[in-house]
């Protein structure tokens, strides 16, 4: 049996007091790739956001492997980031070095050279002089996932990394997700492509608040899971407390 990179202990969120997720258990093995998917509202950010320590736990209980601690990346949806800010390309990618440097360590030569690196391999060669106010949505999306490649974490949460961008770079950042799969990272990623999610997450979760199901990609995807995960979210009290069940 792998090992657990999370395990979640009938896990409770939720969020602006609203409930997010509820009684949520299971895990994760070590260097798994899982999708998280689910109607709209079903608490698939806010589990993100628990995993990632941004959200506080309501009840129940998040372990993260201990080889894992420390070394976690976290990609937003980008209507969370205010791209007004007059910051530059290479700036944003080298902000993945903070969680070794800290905020206010200095970001020498070699370390400049490294986000040149993962900007390359993202395909944004050249573009480290502007602004990124100036990227298009693909191109700003790219950018996330340099900072992420610089930040050589061990969990990786994404949050839904390949909503409104084009289909070329939707295919170029599913390859470094498989890059990542592929040297054993963990990777858990909110999606809502269907069809995405059967052709590459070879383990999903299907989210209604409550969990509907968990385990291999094919058998999540079944017709009387989606069914049953749609009449849930058409039930759904936003004024119930946060545990109580029809």
């Not at 998280?36 to 492997?65: H, T, Y």
């Not at 910051?87 to 903070?98: F, I, Q």
């Not at 997450?201 to 409550?210: G, H, K, M, T, V």
């Amino acid at each position: 049996m792998s090992a657990s990179a999370v395990r979640l202990v009938d896990l409770t969120v939720t969020h602006q007091r609203h409930p997010a997720v509820h009684h949520l258990s299971g895990e994760m093995a070590l260097g798994s790739l899982t999708a998280v998917i689910g109607p709209n509202g079903a608490g698939k950010s806010s589990l993100l956001d628990a995993l990632a320590g941004r959200l506080p736990v309501s009840a129940g209980r998040i372990e993260i492997a201990p080889e894992l601690a420390g070394r976690i990346a976290y990609l937003p949806q980008q209507s969370q980031i205010d791209r007004s800010f007059p910051l530059g390309v290479l700036d944003l990618v080298s902000l993945g070095h903070w969680p070794r440097r800290g905020a206010l360590g200095a970001i020498e030569r070699p370390l400049r050279d490294a986000a040149r690196e993962a900007l390359a391999s993202v395909g944004l060669a050249g573009f480290e002089r502007r602004r990124i106010g100036e990227l298009s949505v693909g191109q700003f999306q790219r950018v996330l996932f340099a900072r992420v490649l610089l930040q050589d974490a061990q969990l990786i949460l994404l949050d839904e990394p390949f909503n409104g961008i084009d289909a070329r770079t939707s295919a170029d950042l599913l390859a470094v997700v498989r890059r990542w799969h592929g040297e054993a990272r963990t990777v858990v990623a909110v999606l809502h492509d269907m069809e995405l999610v059967r052709e590459n997450f070879p383990q999903s979760l299907l989210l209604a608040r409550e969990p509907v199901a968990w385990g291999p990609t094919a058998q999540v995807l079944r017709a009387e899971n989606l069914f049953r995960a749609r009449q849930m979210a058409e039930r759904w009290d936003e004024a119930a407390p946060v545990c109580e069940r029809a």
